[in-house]
């Protein structure tokens, strides 16, 4: 398939000592690396932060609205049903396809990650705060009502603190799982973890960090809200004694 | 007495900021040498008239894009101009309906695939010799307003490869797909290929319109690593791939030239092309000259087998060409 | 990029779009690389086909792991920390990075995604096995040990039916979640729903999106069923006696026993 006019125009020779010879070693081999590791460990740097980004930005709009949300709902319970079902069936949609099915609507780039990621969040969230405030204790409501409070101070001095774990326990949860979605991310052109991990899938080392850094967000991240709920408990119960 | 959870998300933080430090104080490793420079080349001057001009270099999403994507983005900007990468969009379709709605300002595409995947051509339709295939190239995209500038010299083609022992064994020592749909075994035999290929007229389904061999497809993102593991008995790999250098994966040909042409053409927006105008055209095509298809895979190579990072490759191509310093 | 008035134009062919998907569904098309025809029901039923028998799989085995393990656990009250953590973490590892991983061990094909399925479906229904039998009261356990129930009569006549609705709930939650996972089978050689999905140069956008609806359609009808399930598997008396505890169990994901909160 030699072009007609030849090599000649296009022919500009290499130098010298472009053509190294081949290395060969662990990395060649795919395998699993500390030394590379330790000394390519910057490029994941970025990526990560984009994960965390692609992570703690979904969940805190989630929350802000899945939780207002459930505040409303909480008040007129038949909105209860639509709410979960809407975004329910948000959640059902496979979120390798939301990835791609979102850019006619808003392109390419971490926005469209971050409006799918997003819409994943609402439907934990939005359940475990209603199912939060249901739980609290008959008891309590109607000792607080005897005292005088209104509703507005019922729910904020009463049924939102004896509904905090269960809250905490649902971010906890919609945590976690964003930063497993978000590895999908670069699907859509936002980068993160997921982007590296596509890069070099049989590279082991590759795996191996990139997995391992998705594991460590989350786990970290896990044990920030665990902490931020024990204190606000510790607190309550400085608070009551 | 501080709580045990707080002292681990204290130590968090703590890393989180040593990483950070050391990846500010951190050094890239020296580039090219400062040998000589490959014949005829001309080092990229920036020119102070590009200044405050901005252009989005775009590419789909595997390593030989990353690497041209690179290329071109820093090549723009030893010229002066203000680049923006959006490499790594995706597939062809997406890298396109990107290109027509301004997102980017160009991309590198193949003149085959630009063929048959936008422009209606069929397959067999294709022009086999590579100039005429621009041609064609050239006049679509001049319908839709875009500019494909000159062909690389490489091109980027399917092959079909396997490893040597397969050959002697499965194969009978076959060399071409001649040969090989002719075998008694032929429809026994698997091959490995991308989702997509399965459904693509210029991969699997070629193979039976053209040799009238239809073997088992298996679905699989590793290129190599089906026919080295085993699960697989062939598998379509690139021309330009790194893991070629060496003959390691004996190539049977395609002896009735059943994959058209794919030279890269940069594809450029005909508003963009205005912008960076006739030198920064003349940058574009300049730097895309020397790669042959030994020194792309080369730079494949560094990019799969050594792990090292488009961009960082991109540079040092750049570096040791003499086209920057 | 698109300036405000273009938005609502690219609303309107979404909503286009939508309509050809649903005809993608039904009737077969060629495909946007040219050359063959793709769609319709027969390969869109095979694809479902595919997707749903792995999930399925992967569930039974899952649900046949996970449940007398949580149970066990939560009967004992040990391994909690260590439950619910995995459980969590569990949750943050992309099942991408499973499957690719599982791609070098075990091969292509079914065996592989279903491993792949089965890892992520176990996490949410060992924890609410586990914490669906950690939450029956103490003075019904004691009532049935004073009876003479060793651990095992326990477990199976008292806290199983009881912790009936939280692990459906962790089921409904793990299926969803299989169902929508099994859409990276095209990776590992399996020609899930997923293959309209990801290979967006052959089926076209329209493609996606219909592969994409077929695969909620499926998640919703999942879902649905599996709640008249646990409707019916509750024990009438739990139904009766907690009323607003009712609603809490079955929407919910687990909750902590509250410890100190009385």
């Known amino acids: ?241 | ?325 | 990029m698109a300036e405000g008035g273009s938005g609502v134009i690219d609303a309107l062919a979404f909503l286009g779009d939508f309509g050809d998907a649903i005809e993608f569904i039904f009737k077969e098309r060629e495909s946007t690389s040219k050359g063959v025809m793709v769609g319709g029901l027969s390969e869109l039923g095979g694809f479902a086909l595919t997707h749903m028998l792995v999930s399925l799989v992967a569930m039974a085995v899952a649900i046949a792991i996970a449940v007398p393990t949580g149970l066990a656990l939560g009967h004992k009250g040990k391994g909690e920390f260590l439950a619910i953590s995995i459980s969590n973490v569990g949750r943050a590892v992309p099942a991408v990075i499973l499957l690719f991983f599982f791609v070098a061990f075990i091969g292509n094909g079914f065996r592989n995604v279903a491993f792949v399925l089965i890892l992520l479906a176990i996490p949410p229904i060992l924890t609410n096995a586990y914490v669906g039998a950690r939450q029956v009261d103490r003075e019904v356990v004691d009532a049935a040990r004073g009876m003479g129930m060793n651990g095992m009569q326990i477990v199976r006549g008292v806290r199983l039916p009881l912790a009936m609705p939280t692990i459906f709930a962790g089921i409904r939650t793990s299926t969803v979640s299989v169902l929508a996972t099994a859409t990276i089978g095209p990776f590992a050689n399996l020609q899930t729903l997923g293959e309209p999905i990801l290979s967006d140069a052959i089926y076209g956008f329209s493609g996606q999106l219909g592969g994409a609806i077929v695969v909620a359609v499926i998640t919703l009808t999942a879902d649905a069923g599996i709640g008249l399930a646990q409707r019916a598997v509750t024990p009438m008396g739990i139904k009766l006696a907690e009323e607003p505890q009712a609603k809490r169990r079955w929407m919910s994901l687990p909750t902590r026993r509250r410890e100190a909160a009385t």
């Open chain 2, 1 to 325: 007495m501080t709580h045990p959870i707080v002292k681990l998300v204290a130590l968090f933080v703590v890393l989180a900021l040593a990483l950070t430090g050391g990846a500010c104080g951190g050094d890239d490793e020296g580039g090219g040498s400062d040998g000589e420079r490959a014949a005829g080349v001309e080092a990229i001057e920036k020119d102070p008239a590009n200044q405050g001009k901005s252009f989005t270099v775009g590419s789909k999403n595997f390593d030989e894009q990353f690497i041209l994507g690179e290329v071109y983005a820093q090549a723009l900007e030893a010229a002066g101009f203000k680049v923006d990468k959006k490499l790594n969009l995706g597939s062809e379709q997406i890298a396109y309906k990107a290109l027509k709605s301004g997102q980017i300002d160009g991309y590198p595409e193949y003149t085959g695939t630009s063929l048959t995947s936008f422009f209606d051509v069929k397959v067999d339709d294709v022009p086999k010799d590579p100039d005429e295939a621009y041609q064609l190239t050239k006049e679509k995209y001049a319908e839709q307003d875009i500019t494909a500038l000159s062909r690389t010299q490489f091109e980027n083609t399917f092959r079909i490869a396997t490893t040597k022992e397969k050959q002697q064994n499965l194969l009978k020592g076959a060399k071409t797909l001649s040969e090989v749909a002719k075998l008694p075994n032929a429809s026994k035999l698997s091959i490995a290929g991308f989702p997509e290929c399965r459904q693509r007229a210029d991969c699997l389904l070629g193979l039976k319109a053209t040799y009238g061999w239809t073997p088992e497809f298996i679905s699989d993102e590793g290129k190599y690593d089906p026919i080295d593991k085993d699960r697989a008995d062939l598998g379509f790999v690139f021309s330009t791939d790194g893991e070629l250098v060496g003959d390691k994966y004996p190539i049977v040909e395609d002896d009735k030239n059943l994959f058209p042409p794919y030279n890269i053409s940069f594809e450029i927006s005909n508003k963009a092309l205005k912008d960076i105008g006739p030198n920064g055209e003349k940058v574009l095509l300049a730097v895309q000259k020397p790669l042959t298809e030994k020194v792309m895979r080369e730079l494949n190579s560094r990019v799969s087998i050594d792990k090292q990072e488009p961009e960082k490759v991109a540079h040092d191509y750049l570096t040791q060409f003499g086209f920057i310093k």
């Open chain 1, 1 to 241: 398939m030699a072009s007609a006019l030849g090599a000649q125009p296009f022919a500009q020779d290499a130098p010298e000592d472009f053509f190294g010879k081949r290395a060969t070693g662990c990395v060649q081999e795919e395998g699993f690396c500390p030394d590379w590791i330790a000394d390519n460990y910057d490029r994941y740097l970025d990526p990560f932060f984009q994960h965390v980004i692609l992570t703690v930005v979904p969940v805190a709009i989630g929350f802000a609205i899945a939780f207002t949300l459930a505040l409303i709902a909480h008040r007129r319970r038949w909105l209860i049903g639509p709410v979960a079902g809407f975004t329910g069936a948000l959640y059902t949609i496979p979120s390798v396809a939301f990835f791609f099915l979102l850019q006619p609507l808003t392109g390419l780039g971490r926005t469209t990650a971050i409006v799918a990621l997003t819409c994943y969040t609402l439907l934990i969230i939005f359940r475990n705060v209603i199912t939060g405030l249901n739980a609290v204790p008959e008891e309590a409501k109607d000792a607080a009502r005897g005292m005088g409070l209104t509703d507005r101070q019922l729910l904020w001095r009463v049924e939102l603190p004896l509904a905090l774990p269960e809250v905490l326990a649902g971010l906890r949860i919609a945590t976690t799982t964003t930063v497993g979605l978000a590895a999908l991310a670069f699907l859509a052109g936002g980068g993160g973890l997921g982007a590296e991990l596509d890069a070099q899938k049989y590279f082991k080392s590759n795996v191996a960090v990139a997995g391992g850094l998705c594991i460590l967000l989350a786990a970290v991240l896990d044990v920030i809200i665990l902490a931020f709920q024990r204190l606000v408990t510790q607190w309550q119960r400085a608070a009551a004694a």
